[in-house]
């Protein structure tokens, strides 16, 4: 009896650390209320807005995207997923709008559970560029 308590309160805690524990440094969480974001892969830099802001769920949303460097196709695919937590598949389609921009507009769901991280992979080419953020 004794033993079966101690295993359920050890059980409770590991789940509870789990649950809330941080997924990434502040510094890793883009902030796309300041300004956009960039990453660097390979031989290209890529650079991502979100508009509208502030950024919230439920709302439609544009994802504008600004490549330097490397041949580019037309189309890009924008995959949107929240780390540690499966939400369906939502991917955001983002055609060339200029020389080296790309823009396209989805929605992002708000999470039954409350976490608010939000991982978006690009992929170009060869290469997947992932760029971590907040939604409201």
Partial sequence: MK????FRISLLIL???FACSKEQTDED????????CINRTGNIEVMLDIEPKPLQAFR???FIVTIRGER????LLLDLSMPGMYMGKNE???KRTENNKYKGTGVIPRCPSGKTIWQADIFIQEYTVSFRFNVK
């Avoid at 033993?3 to 101690?6: A, G, P, S």
């Avoid at 969480?29 to 956009?36: L, M, Q, S, T, W």
Wanted: charged share 30%.
């Fill in 60 to 62: 439609e949303t544009a």
């Fill in 72 to 75: 580019l196709p037309d189309e």
């Fill in 92 to 94: 955001v389609v983002l």
């Fill in 3 to 6: 033993n079966r308590l101690i």
């Fill in 29 to 36: 969480v883009c902030d796309f209320e300041k300004r956009p």
């Fill in 15 to 17: 789940i509870f650390l």
